[in-house]
């Protein structure tokens, strides 16, 4: 069946879905708590649907609280939410004014990790791509090694020191092993800026690195982006007006557009940064999700003053619950990132290393970089083709390589509206507000791969163009939500 035929088939069912969803809430209602509903089979010929349409109003009302299901038992009554008692408005003269404003969207994402429902929304792979057989073997044997549950070094254990290094091009000893990539983000903001100093951001940007500056009462200043990364004359206007001293971007396969910094703005960005006397702090997280093709050199190797700093981690390409990731840095400035480090949480347990280690050093390595590239490849490529043809009214550039894609939606068209449209229709979406730094002219989401089989995408992206469409013309100026 074609791509229009299937989102026309979707669409016709989901009125039923809502009218399934209805009745089974309402049946809900009139039982105790704990008590069984009919088997699915029973609910087919009570509400004459079929077996597709009472799986998805289950799942919703699972996802919603209404209902849980045990394996083997069926499908029961959860327990109804009880009202709070306490008074807790106390809190809020204690906590007074807070300079944290959010996480920006990521507990968003957090939240809806493992819904039902097809996920556009989460940045980490899914079961079909994790590692999970080799994690589980690489940490039974780190498990076993004789000094598994000692403390480790404070930089982290030498052997993965020196891997990352060999990464990046750089000596072990300007290795600082980190809990993955958000915490070295903390650490190195943190370290480098005192609160209230202005930070630069090649935006679109990562909402998780926003969310720290932000928590970490930093001003984010916005440098806009092109197809080819970020854009020096407006980098060094930025300078010029805040004085920074800090700017975030990611070379390689940014999040959320998938942008490659060209090579020819290479040199010219670590120019302009040497004049402003400024770090750069490169987020090289997609190193190794290229869609086959080599992804080009860190940054770090073009400076040799110390000027980048550049953070890494293993969770995107081998599975979220690795926190394991590197800070590589040369010069004074690694003392201060190792100190901020240490004081947080002391260091990275020494078994997650080892585990780390027996994963990259191990013959599964290649097999599953190479593994996770092509399907990357052939999902965005079914993501791109979907969006062609029942979203021809939205925008995007391909990218090149990376886990997302960035939708530009039709004019005055609100991506909040959109992507909540979207989730109760099933489909898993970030508003592109999270990405970005003050107003925009026009409104996006972003779109991930990682988490969505090849098979789903057409009915997803069909399910978002029923969204997009009941959506037009709904912008609004409203706050934002979590």
Request: glycine content about 10%.
């Amino acid at each position: 069946m074609s791509n229009g035929s299937s989102g026309r088939a979707v669409r016709g069912d989901l009125g039923s879905v809502e009218k399934v969803a209805d009745e089974l809430r309402a049946l809900a209602d009139t039982r105790a708590v704990g008590a069984r509903l009919p088997s699915t089979r029973e609910l087919q010929q009570r509400l004459g649907v079929g077996p597709v349409t009472v799986q998805r109003a289950l799942a919703r009302l699972v996802t919603e609280g209404v209902l849980v299901t045990r394996p083997g038992a069926g499908t029961f009554v959860a327990a109804r939410r009880t009202a709070r008692v306490g008074d807790t408005d106390w809190q809020q003269v204690a906590l007074g004014a807070s300079p944290v404003t959010g996480a920006g969207g990521v507990e968003l994402v957090l939240s809806r990790a493992g819904s039902p429902g097809f996920e556009l929304g989460a940045g980490y792979l899914d079961a079909s791509l994790r590692a999970d057989t080799r994690l589980a073997a690489a940490a039974t044997r780190a498990a076993r090694r004789p000094d598994a549950w000692a403390a480790p070094p404070a930089m982290g254990v030498a052997e993965l020191r020196s891997w990352f290094g060999r990464q990046v091009g750089a000596d072990p000893e300007e290795v600082l092993v980190t809990p993955a990539a958000q915490g070295a983000l903390s650490a190195a903001f943190r370290a480098l800026l005192p609160a209230g100093s202005p930070l630069l951001f090649a935006v679109p940007t990562y909402h998780g690195a926003l969310a720290v500056a932000r928590n970490a009462g930093l001003v984010p200043v916005p440098v806009p982006t092109d197809a080819d990364g970020v854009r020096p004359e407006l980098l060094e206007r930025a300078f010029a007006a805040t004085s920074a001293r800090l700017l975030f971007l990611q070379p390689t396969y940014a999040n959320p557009t998938g942008a490659v910094l060209a090579h020819d703005r290479r040199q010219a960005v670590l120019d302009i940064c040497e004049r402003a006397g400024a770090f750069v702090v490169e987020d090289d997280f997609a190193r190794w999700l290229g869609y086959g093709q080599l992804a080009p050199p860190p940054l770090w190797r073009d400076d040799d003053a110390g000027r980048v700093i550049t953070i890494c981690s293993l969770t995107k390409i081998l599975a979220p619950s690795l926190r394991v990731g590197a800070i590589v840095a040369r010069g004074p400035v690694m003392s201060r990132l190792a100190a901020m480090r240490q004081v947080d949480d002391f260091f990275v347990p020494t078994p997650l290393q080892h585990t780390a280690i027996e994963m990259v050093t191990g013959p599964g390595w290649a097999a599953q970089v190479r593994t996770v590239s092509a399907a990357l490849r052939v999902r965005m490529a079914a993501l791109t083709a979907a969006l062609a043809t029942e979203l021809p009214e939205c925008a995007f550039e391909n990218p090149r390589g990376g886990i997302s894609l960035w939708l530009r939606l039709p004019r005055n068209t609100d991506d909040l509206t959109v992507a909540t449209r979207a989730a109760r229709l099933g489909v898993s979406v970030v508003p592109g507000r999270y990405f970005v730094i003050g107003e925009q002219e026009s409104c996006h989401l972003r779109m991930c791969v990682a988490g969505i089989g090849e098979r789903d995408i057409p009915t997803a992206v069909a399910l978002l163009a029923e969204a997009v469409r009941a959506s037009d013309g709904s912008r609004t100026g409203g706050a934002l939500v979590g």
